[in-house]
T-cell receptor
Framework: DGGITQSPKYLFRKEGQNVTLSCEQNLNHDAMYWYRQDPGQGLRLIYYSQIVNDFQKGDIAEGYSVSREKKESFPLTVTSAQKNPTAFYLC?????????????FGPGTRLTVL | AQKVTQAQTEISVVEKEDVTLDCVYETRDTTYYLFWYKQPPSGELVFLIRRNSFDEQNEISGRYSWNFQKSTSSFNFTITASQVVDSAVYFCALSHILTGGGNKLTFGTGTQLKVEL
C-alpha cells in the first residue's frame, strides 16, 4: 500500500537531547513537508523540500534541522535549541509541479520532553 | 501575509442534524487554492476537498457540500445528516504557490466537531 510512514508514534526525550523523527513515503512524491501541531492550534510549517538535496525553512524552523538525501525520506531533527519541543509532528508529501495537488499526511509522532 | 480563521472552536450536534463549519481567509495572491482536511482521533489528516480561486461553483459530494464565496473570502463546509463517525477536527487550509511548483499551506486552528447519539 502506498503511503507515508512516521516513526516512532510516541517519543520521549530528556531536555538537552537531540532527537530525530523519521518520515518515509512510497508515493513517488517530489515534495515533502514537516508540520508541528500544538493543542488548540493549527498546523505550522517547519521545513519543506521540493526536490532531493534541497529544502527551505518554513514559518517555525528555529531549533529544527532536516535533510533530503533520498526522494523517499525526509527526517526531522529536533535539537536542544528548540525551547518547547513537546508537540505532535506531522509529515506530508505531494507531487510537485502543480499547486493544486493536495498534501498527503502521515500518522504523526507525538514528542514529549521530560 | 496569509491567514485562515476558523472562529468555531468546537461544535456539538445530535446525530442527523446538519452542521456548517466556517472558514474565512486572507491572501494577497490572485491565484490560490483552498482545502478542507479532516483529523480523526488517530491524528492523521485526511484530504476532503480542494477549490481554486477561479472556480466558485459549489460542490456536493454525498453528505458533504462546500460553499466558496470569493466576495466574502469564505469557504464553508456543510455536513448533512451528521453521523457519529463525522466526529473529528476539521481544518481549512489556504495555499501559497511556490516558485518551481507545489504549494505551501496555511492552516486554520481547526473546528472540533462532536456528533452525539
Amino acid at each position: 500500500d502506498g503511503g507515508i510512514t512516521q516513526s516512532p508514534k510516541y517519543l520521549f526525550r530528556k531536555e538537552g537531547q537531540n532527537v530525530t523523527l523519521s518520515c518515509e513515503q512510497n508515493l513517488n512524491h517530489d515534495a515533502m513537508y514537516w508540520y508541528r501541531q500544538d493543542p488548540g492550534q493549527g498546523l505550522r510549517l517547519i521545513y519543506y523540500s521540493q526536490i532531493v538535496n534541497d529544502f527551505q525553512k518554513g514559518d517555525i524552523a528555529e531549533g529544527y534541522s532536516v535533510s533530503r538525501e533520498k526522494k523517499e525520506s525526509f527526517p526531522l531533527t529536533v535539537t536542544s535549541a528548540q525551547k518547547n519541543p513537546t508537540a505532535f509532528y506531522l509529515c506530508a508529501s505531494s507531487t510537485a509541479g502543480s499547486p493544486s495537488n493536495e498534501q498527503f499526511f502521515g500518522p504523526g509522532t507525538r514528542l514529549t520532553v521530560l | 501575509a496569509q491567514k485562515v480563521t476558523q472562529a468555531q472552536t468546537e461544535i456539538s450536534v445530535v446525530e442527523k442534524e446538519d452542521v456548517t463549519l466556517d472558514c474565512v481567509y486572507e491572501t494577497r495572491d490572485t491565484t490560490y487554492y483552498l482545502f478542507w482536511y479532516k483529523q480523526p482521533p488517530s491524528g492523521e489528516l485526511v484530504f476532503l476537498i480542494r477549490r481554486n480561486s477561479f472556480d466558485e461553483q459549489n460542490e456536493i459530494s454525498g453528505r458533504y457540500s462546500w460553499n466558496f464565496q470569493k466576495s466574502t473570502s469564505s469557504f464553508n463546509f456543510t455536513i448533512t445528516a451528521s453521523q457519529v463517525v463525522d466526529s473529528a477536527v476539521y481544518f481549512c487550509a489556504l495555499s501559497h504557490i511556490l516558485t518551481g511548483g507545489g504549494n505551501k499551506l496555511t492552516f486554520g486552528t481547526g473546528t472540533q466537531l462532536k456528533v452525539e447519539l
